[in-house]
Protein backbone atom coordinates (compact mmCIF):
# COMPACT_ATOMS: atom_id res chain seq x y z
CA UNK A 1 0.00 0.00 0.00
CA UNK A 2 2.53 2.62 0.63
CA UNK A 3 4.74 1.51 -2.28
CA UNK A 4 1.79 2.73 -3.92
CA UNK A 5 1.14 5.59 -2.74
CA UNK A 6 4.93 6.77 -3.13
CA UNK A 7 3.94 5.88 -7.13
CA UNK A 8 0.61 7.66 -6.90
CA UNK A 9 2.96 10.84 -5.75
CA UNK A 10 5.89 10.41 -7.94
CA UNK A 11 3.19 10.21 -11.19
CA UNK A 12 1.34 13.69 -9.52
CA UNK A 13 4.54 15.49 -9.03
CA UNK A 14 5.54 14.55 -12.96
CA UNK A 15 2.16 15.33 -14.28
CA UNK A 16 2.18 18.96 -11.98
CA UNK A 17 6.03 19.75 -13.15
CA UNK A 18 6.38 23.49 -14.26
CA UNK A 19 7.23 23.59 -18.01
CA UNK A 20 10.43 26.06 -16.99
CA UNK A 21 11.65 22.95 -14.53
CA UNK A 22 14.15 20.89 -15.46
CA UNK A 23 13.69 17.62 -14.32
CA UNK A 24 16.97 15.64 -14.89
CA UNK A 25 20.18 15.52 -16.98
CA UNK A 26 19.54 12.32 -18.93
CA UNK A 27 20.87 13.35 -22.54
CA UNK A 28 23.57 10.48 -23.41
CA UNK A 29 24.99 12.87 -25.98
CA UNK A 30 28.57 13.20 -25.84
CA UNK A 31 29.76 16.90 -24.63
CA UNK A 32 31.76 18.41 -27.09
CA UNK A 33 34.10 21.41 -26.05
CA UNK A 34 34.01 25.11 -27.61
CA UNK A 35 35.90 28.43 -27.17
CA UNK A 36 34.24 28.75 -23.25
CA UNK A 37 35.39 25.50 -21.69
CA UNK A 38 38.07 22.74 -22.97
CA UNK A 39 38.32 19.26 -22.82
CA UNK A 40 40.88 17.16 -20.52
CA UNK A 41 41.26 13.62 -22.21
CA UNK A 42 40.41 12.18 -25.27
CA UNK A 43 38.90 16.31 -26.99
CA UNK A 44 35.41 15.22 -24.91
CA UNK A 45 34.11 17.07 -22.00
CA UNK A 46 32.87 14.07 -19.35
CA UNK A 47 29.78 14.19 -17.40
CA UNK A 48 29.55 15.96 -14.15
CA UNK A 49 26.97 15.70 -11.51
CA UNK A 50 24.59 18.15 -10.62
CA UNK A 51 25.56 18.34 -7.20
CA UNK A 52 28.92 19.14 -7.74
CA UNK A 53 28.59 22.52 -9.49
CA UNK A 54 28.32 24.51 -6.92
CA UNK A 55 31.57 23.66 -5.34
CA UNK A 56 33.83 23.79 -8.53
CA UNK A 57 37.89 24.58 -7.90
CA UNK A 58 38.95 27.21 -9.89
CA UNK A 59 39.87 26.98 -13.13
CA UNK A 60 36.89 24.60 -13.64
CA UNK A 61 33.48 25.27 -15.66
CA UNK A 62 30.38 22.95 -16.27
CA UNK A 63 28.28 23.32 -19.29
CA UNK A 64 24.32 22.51 -19.37
CA UNK A 65 23.71 21.59 -22.69
CA UNK A 66 20.29 20.95 -24.35
CA UNK A 67 19.26 18.83 -26.45
CA UNK A 68 16.44 19.20 -28.47
CA UNK A 69 14.96 16.75 -31.23
CA UNK A 70 14.22 19.28 -34.81
CA UNK A 71 11.48 17.24 -35.86
CA UNK A 72 9.75 17.08 -32.52
CA UNK A 73 9.89 13.21 -32.23
CA UNK A 74 11.23 12.74 -28.99
CA UNK A 75 11.53 14.95 -26.18
CA UNK A 76 14.04 17.49 -24.91
CA UNK A 77 16.73 16.57 -22.89
CA UNK A 78 19.46 18.00 -21.06
CA UNK A 79 23.23 17.20 -19.35
CA UNK A 80 26.13 18.43 -17.53
CA UNK A 81 29.57 18.39 -18.78
CA UNK A 82 32.84 19.60 -16.92
CA UNK A 83 36.15 20.86 -18.01
CA UNK A 84 38.31 23.58 -18.18
CA UNK A 85 37.55 27.31 -18.24
CA UNK A 86 38.43 28.79 -21.84
CA UNK A 87 38.33 32.28 -22.62
CA UNK A 88 35.17 33.95 -20.68
CA UNK A 89 36.22 37.59 -21.70
CA UNK A 90 33.06 38.25 -24.03
CA UNK A 91 30.60 36.24 -21.69
CA UNK A 92 28.89 38.56 -18.80
CA UNK A 93 29.09 36.80 -15.13
CA UNK A 94 26.10 36.99 -14.23
CA UNK A 95 24.37 36.41 -10.42
CA UNK A 96 21.06 34.91 -9.19
CA UNK A 97 18.60 37.75 -7.15
CA UNK A 98 16.93 35.89 -4.07
CA UNK A 99 17.61 32.46 -5.47
CA UNK A 100 20.15 30.03 -4.40
CA UNK A 101 23.02 28.49 -6.78
CA UNK A 102 22.13 24.86 -6.96
CA UNK A 103 18.56 26.41 -7.93
CA UNK A 104 19.68 27.86 -10.79
CA UNK A 105 21.40 24.59 -12.45
CA UNK A 106 18.24 23.13 -13.24
CA UNK A 107 16.16 26.38 -14.00
CA UNK A 108 15.38 27.26 -17.31
CA UNK A 109 17.04 30.44 -18.53
CA UNK A 110 15.64 32.67 -21.19
CA UNK A 111 16.65 36.48 -22.20
CA UNK A 112 13.36 38.05 -21.40
CA UNK A 113 10.11 37.85 -19.47
CA UNK A 114 6.76 36.22 -22.00
CA UNK A 115 9.27 33.72 -24.28
CA UNK A 116 7.64 29.99 -24.25
CA UNK A 117 9.26 27.47 -22.41
CA UNK A 118 11.13 26.11 -25.09
CA UNK A 119 13.10 29.16 -26.20
CA UNK A 120 15.16 28.79 -22.98
CA UNK A 121 19.08 28.91 -23.59
CA UNK A 122 20.99 25.95 -25.52
CA UNK A 123 23.97 26.24 -23.19
CA UNK A 124 24.87 27.92 -20.02
CA UNK A 125 28.36 27.86 -18.09
CA UNK A 126 28.51 27.54 -14.57
CA UNK A 127 31.87 27.96 -12.55
CA UNK A 128 30.49 27.58 -9.25
CA UNK A 129 30.50 31.44 -8.22
CA UNK A 130 28.59 33.21 -11.41
CA UNK A 131 26.27 32.16 -14.84
CA UNK A 132 27.30 32.70 -18.41
CA UNK A 133 25.05 32.91 -20.96
CA UNK A 134 26.25 33.29 -24.48
CA UNK A 135 24.77 36.64 -25.76
CA UNK A 136 23.13 38.14 -22.91
CA UNK A 137 23.88 40.40 -20.40
CA UNK A 138 21.18 40.20 -17.95
CA UNK A 139 18.31 37.07 -17.98
CA UNK A 140 15.60 35.43 -16.29
CA UNK A 141 15.73 31.87 -14.70
CA UNK A 142 12.29 30.15 -13.38
CA UNK A 143 12.71 28.48 -10.50
CA UNK A 144 9.82 26.79 -9.23
CA UNK A 145 8.10 28.48 -11.75
CA UNK A 146 8.71 31.87 -10.29
CA UNK A 147 10.95 34.48 -11.91
CA UNK A 148 14.17 34.80 -10.88
CA UNK A 149 16.15 37.85 -12.54
CA UNK A 150 20.32 37.22 -13.27
CA UNK A 151 22.15 40.29 -13.30
CA UNK A 152 25.39 41.28 -14.30
CA UNK A 153 27.87 40.97 -11.54
CA UNK A 154 29.23 44.28 -11.94
CA UNK A 155 25.65 46.17 -11.49
CA UNK A 156 25.16 44.67 -8.54
CA UNK A 157 28.57 46.48 -7.09
CA UNK A 158 28.08 49.40 -8.97
CA UNK A 159 28.96 52.47 -6.28
CA UNK A 160 29.19 56.21 -6.34
CA UNK A 161 32.89 56.93 -7.31
CA UNK A 162 33.82 59.00 -4.23
CA UNK A 163 34.86 62.61 -4.94
CA UNK A 164 38.46 63.65 -4.77
CA UNK A 165 39.42 65.70 -1.60
CA UNK A 166 39.85 69.33 -1.64
CA UNK A 167 43.73 69.66 -0.80
CA UNK A 168 44.72 72.37 0.83
CA UNK A 169 46.54 75.22 -1.27
CA UNK A 170 49.86 74.57 0.11
CA UNK A 171 49.62 70.56 -0.69
CA UNK A 172 48.44 71.71 -4.13
CA UNK A 173 51.58 74.30 -4.69
CA UNK A 174 53.61 71.10 -3.63
CA UNK A 175 52.07 68.93 -6.04
CA UNK A 176 52.65 71.65 -9.00
CA UNK A 177 55.25 70.78 -11.67
CA UNK A 178 58.29 72.36 -11.40
CA UNK A 179 58.83 75.56 -14.44
CA UNK A 180 61.28 74.26 -16.52
CA UNK A 181 64.33 76.28 -17.38
CA UNK A 182 64.15 77.51 -20.97
CA UNK A 183 67.16 76.06 -23.12
CA UNK A 184 69.46 78.17 -24.62
CA UNK A 185 69.60 78.18 -28.73
CA UNK A 186 73.12 76.04 -29.13
CA UNK A 187 71.39 73.31 -26.40
CA UNK A 188 68.30 73.07 -28.66
CA UNK A 189 70.59 73.36 -31.73
CA UNK A 190 72.61 70.10 -30.09
CA UNK A 191 69.67 68.21 -29.37
CA UNK A 192 67.98 68.65 -33.21
CA UNK A 193 71.14 67.33 -34.46
CA UNK A 194 71.25 63.40 -34.27
CA UNK A 195 73.40 61.28 -35.55
CA UNK A 196 71.90 57.99 -37.35
CA UNK A 197 74.46 55.93 -36.54
CA UNK A 198 74.43 56.66 -33.34
CA UNK A 199 72.50 53.93 -31.29
CA UNK A 200 72.30 56.19 -28.36
CA UNK A 201 70.79 58.87 -30.06
CA UNK A 202 67.07 59.32 -29.73
CA UNK A 203 64.69 61.32 -32.45
CA UNK A 204 62.14 63.61 -30.59
CA UNK A 205 59.92 62.79 -33.26
CA UNK A 206 60.13 58.93 -32.43
CA UNK A 207 58.84 59.99 -28.84
CA UNK A 208 55.11 60.00 -27.93
CA UNK A 209 53.78 63.00 -25.92
CA UNK A 210 51.99 60.88 -23.13
CA UNK A 211 51.81 64.04 -20.56
CA UNK A 212 51.22 66.62 -22.56
CA UNK A 213 48.28 66.93 -26.18
CA UNK A 214 46.93 63.54 -26.15
CA UNK A 215 45.03 64.05 -29.47
CA UNK A 216 48.76 64.82 -30.99
CA UNK A 217 50.27 61.91 -29.77
CA UNK A 218 47.21 59.71 -31.00
CA UNK A 219 47.07 61.58 -34.37
CA UNK A 220 51.47 60.64 -34.48
CA UNK A 221 50.66 56.98 -33.31
CA UNK A 222 47.66 56.24 -36.08
CA UNK A 223 49.91 57.87 -39.12
CA UNK A 224 52.80 55.67 -38.19
CA UNK A 225 50.82 52.37 -38.04
CA UNK A 226 49.31 53.62 -41.63
CA UNK A 227 52.80 53.76 -42.57
CA UNK A 228 54.16 50.80 -41.42
CA UNK A 229 50.59 48.75 -42.68
CA UNK A 230 51.57 50.64 -46.48
CA UNK A 231 54.93 49.33 -46.34
CA UNK A 232 53.81 46.06 -45.43
CA UNK A 233 51.53 45.91 -47.61
CA UNK A 234 54.23 47.09 -50.02
CA UNK A 235 56.59 44.23 -49.47
CA UNK A 236 53.65 41.63 -49.66
CA UNK A 237 52.94 43.40 -53.89
CA UNK A 238 56.31 42.80 -54.77
CA UNK A 239 57.34 39.96 -52.66
CA UNK A 240 54.08 38.14 -51.09
CA UNK A 241 53.45 36.44 -54.96
CA UNK A 242 55.90 33.35 -54.46
CA UNK A 243 52.83 31.27 -54.48
CA UNK A 244 51.15 32.36 -57.73
CA UNK A 245 54.67 32.50 -59.31
CA UNK A 246 55.21 28.73 -58.66
CA UNK A 247 51.49 27.92 -59.47
CA UNK A 248 51.45 29.09 -62.96
CA UNK A 249 55.16 27.90 -63.60
CA UNK A 250 53.56 24.18 -62.67
CA UNK A 251 51.08 24.88 -65.29
CA UNK A 252 53.25 25.92 -67.66
CA UNK A 253 55.95 23.12 -67.51
CA UNK A 254 52.86 20.89 -67.39
CA UNK A 255 51.54 22.32 -70.68
CA UNK A 256 55.12 21.44 -71.76
CA UNK A 257 55.33 18.06 -70.31
CA UNK A 258 51.69 17.48 -72.51
CA UNK A 259 53.02 19.25 -75.67
CA UNK A 260 56.79 17.06 -75.62
CA UNK A 261 54.87 13.99 -74.86
CA UNK A 262 52.81 14.33 -78.13
CA UNK A 263 55.72 14.89 -79.90
CA UNK A 264 57.54 12.00 -78.76
CA UNK A 265 54.18 9.66 -79.64
CA UNK A 266 54.68 11.35 -83.00
CA UNK A 267 58.44 10.87 -83.57
CA UNK A 268 57.98 6.77 -82.04
CA UNK A 269 55.14 6.71 -85.08
CA UNK A 270 57.73 8.05 -87.86
CA UNK A 271 60.31 5.86 -86.80
CA UNK A 272 58.34 2.67 -86.40
CA UNK A 273 57.11 3.64 -90.24
CA UNK A 274 61.17 4.11 -91.28
CA UNK A 275 61.56 0.62 -89.25
CA UNK A 276 58.72 -1.23 -91.31
CA UNK A 277 60.18 -0.11 -95.01
CA UNK A 278 63.84 -1.61 -93.47
CA UNK A 279 62.19 -4.75 -92.81
CA UNK A 280 60.58 -5.24 -96.23
CA UNK A 281 63.31 -4.39 -98.21
CA UNK A 282 65.67 -5.87 -96.16
CA UNK A 283 63.80 -9.19 -96.66
CA UNK A 284 63.65 -8.53 -100.38
CA UNK A 285 67.69 -8.38 -100.24
CA UNK A 286 68.04 -11.59 -98.20
CA UNK A 287 65.88 -13.32 -101.09
CA UNK A 288 68.02 -12.26 -103.89
CA UNK A 289 71.39 -13.19 -102.30
CA UNK A 290 70.11 -16.56 -101.08
CA UNK A 291 71.37 -17.63 -104.12
CA UNK A 292 74.79 -17.14 -103.66
CA UNK A 293 74.31 -19.51 -100.74
CA UNK A 294 76.83 -17.11 -98.91
CA UNK A 295 79.54 -16.42 -101.68
CA UNK A 296 81.03 -13.13 -101.37
CA UNK A 297 82.12 -12.64 -104.71
CA UNK A 298 78.71 -13.57 -105.65
CA UNK A 299 77.44 -11.06 -103.15
CA UNK A 300 79.19 -8.20 -104.69
CA UNK A 301 78.64 -9.04 -108.05
CA UNK A 302 75.10 -9.42 -107.43
CA UNK A 303 74.62 -5.87 -105.35
CA UNK A 304 76.85 -4.72 -108.24
CA UNK A 305 74.82 -5.67 -111.43
CA UNK A 306 71.47 -7.45 -110.10
CA UNK A 307 67.86 -6.30 -110.65
CA UNK A 308 65.05 -6.75 -109.17
CA UNK A 309 63.77 -9.03 -112.02
CA UNK A 310 60.19 -7.76 -111.83
CA UNK A 311 59.18 -6.16 -114.89
CA UNK A 312 56.55 -3.20 -114.78
CA UNK A 313 57.60 -2.09 -111.85
CA UNK A 314 60.76 -0.48 -113.09
CA UNK A 315 63.67 -2.03 -112.87
CA UNK A 316 66.78 -1.22 -110.54
CA UNK A 317 70.00 -2.88 -109.15
CA UNK A 318 70.42 -4.45 -105.80
CA UNK A 319 73.06 -1.58 -104.41
CA UNK A 320 70.49 0.39 -104.94
CA UNK A 321 67.89 -1.74 -103.17
CA UNK A 322 71.30 -1.38 -100.68
CA UNK A 323 71.16 1.85 -100.46
CA UNK A 324 67.18 2.57 -99.76
CA UNK A 325 67.68 0.00 -96.90
CA UNK A 326 70.48 2.59 -95.48
CA UNK A 327 68.27 5.99 -95.67
CA UNK A 328 65.59 3.80 -94.09
CA UNK A 329 67.87 2.70 -91.30
CA UNK A 330 69.50 6.38 -91.06
CA UNK A 331 66.02 7.67 -91.15
CA UNK A 332 64.75 5.49 -87.82
CA UNK A 333 67.76 6.28 -86.12
CA UNK A 334 66.41 9.89 -86.31
CA UNK A 335 63.15 9.38 -85.13
CA UNK A 336 64.27 7.49 -82.27
CA UNK A 337 66.92 10.03 -81.41
CA UNK A 338 64.45 12.75 -81.28
CA UNK A 339 61.64 10.53 -79.73
CA UNK A 340 64.10 9.93 -77.08
CA UNK A 341 64.86 13.85 -76.58
CA UNK A 342 61.29 14.67 -76.53
CA UNK A 343 60.52 11.95 -73.98
CA UNK A 344 63.14 13.25 -71.58
CA UNK A 345 61.64 16.57 -71.87
CA UNK A 346 58.46 15.19 -70.94
CA UNK A 347 60.09 13.93 -67.49
CA UNK A 348 61.83 16.19 -66.90
CA UNK A 349 58.87 19.42 -67.05
CA UNK A 350 56.53 16.67 -65.72
CA UNK A 351 59.03 16.01 -62.58
CA UNK A 352 59.50 19.80 -61.98
CA UNK A 353 55.49 20.82 -62.31
CA UNK A 354 54.53 18.14 -59.27
CA UNK A 355 57.37 19.47 -57.21
CA UNK A 356 55.73 23.07 -57.92
CA UNK A 357 52.73 21.68 -57.43
CA UNK A 358 53.20 20.25 -54.15
CA UNK A 359 55.68 22.86 -52.55
Known amino acids: ?89 SLVP ?18 RKGMDAEEDAEKVYFDGKFIYVPGMSSAIAYVNNAPVELKGAASESESAVPAPAVEDDEEEEDDAPAPVAKKSRVEEEEEEECDEYDPDCEDEDDEYDVKGNVDRTNRDADERDYSAREASENATDRFGIADEVRFWSAVALSAAAVGSAVMG ?54 SNLQSRMQINKDTHDSYATARNIWFAVTGVSLTAAIVLFVW
Open 94 to 111: LTADGADYSDIVSAKIYQ
Open 265 to 318: VYQHMKANEAQDAYDKLDELNDKILSGCEGNKNCEIAVSKYGTNGVEGEGLWTV
Open 1 to 89: MKRLSFIVLCAALTAFAGPYDIDGFDATDVGSPDNYITAEFGGELKKAPASEVSSLQPGRLVVRQKFEDPFGESETMYQLYQGRAGDLS
